[in-house]
């Protein structure tokens, strides 16, 4: 994987962080922070969503094993409604950064915005498939909402949250359309938005 030339000169550890969940109409969106080993390498590490799931799970569990450190944290369906989305994601950043058991110098963030943090910061489009460390964050939050969704499909099986993970899917769309908006549905999405007014009277 290649390195960023701002990684050279940091003297201090280098944390990745990356987000899941942004896009689909349920659900709570999901960061990791991580910290890597460079004593232990991890091979194979690449932006989640370029993976089998079955690989995502291997890679997860060695994340865990390898990592010098690492943190996963979310915001909830509640507040991605009353903050909106970016704002959510970025509270959920934040958290997994206040979430790490190291300290880092700097932060490398997935996309092209911040949260607000104590430390140095950068922002890079693509991280997930430039930086090794918001590769394995990547990993973390994806493994861990896709879990969210097969647990939440359980109680709310109409909807087949197991297979579309949330998103616009047509199979979805068309359980909103049958059955209304459940308690997990991000309200502020239009799809979802759209079904609950239709169901006023």
């Not at 493994?143 to 899917?169: I, L, S």
């Not at 209304?180 to 309200?187: Q, S």
């Not at 938005?193 to 009277?201: D, G, I, K």
């Amino acid at each position: 994987m290649q390195k960023l030339a701002l990684h050279y000169g940091v003297n201090g550890l280098i944390a990745g962080v990356d987000e899941a969940g942004r896009g689909p109409l349920a659900g709570p969106v999901v960061a990791a922070a991580v910290i890597l080993d460079d004593l232990q390498p991890i091979k194979g590490l690449a932006d989640s969503k370029k993976l089998t799931a079955r690989r995502r799970e291997l890679l997860f569990d060695e994340i865990r094993a390898k990592a010098l450190c690492f943190a996963v944290a979310q915001a909830s369906v509640q507040e991605v409604d009353a903050l909106n989305i970016l704002q959510a994601t970025l509270l959920a950043m934040r958290r997994a950064i206040e979430g790490l058991r190291l300290i880092p110098k700097l932060v490398l963030v997935d996309g092209n915005r911040l949260p607000k943090l104590p430390m140095r910061a950068e922002a890079i489009v693509k991280g997930d498939a430039l930086v090794a460390a918001i590769s394995a964050a990547s990993i973390l939050a994806k493994v861990t909402r896709d879990r969210w969704c097969v647990e939440v499909d359980q109680q709310y099986p109409a909807y087949g949250f197991a297979r579309h993970k949330g998103y616009g899917t047509a199979l979805h769309l068309a359980a909103l359309q049958a059955h209304g908006a459940c308690p997990e549905h991000r309200t502020s999405f239009r799809p979802v938005t759209e079904v609950l007014h239709r169901a006023m009277p």
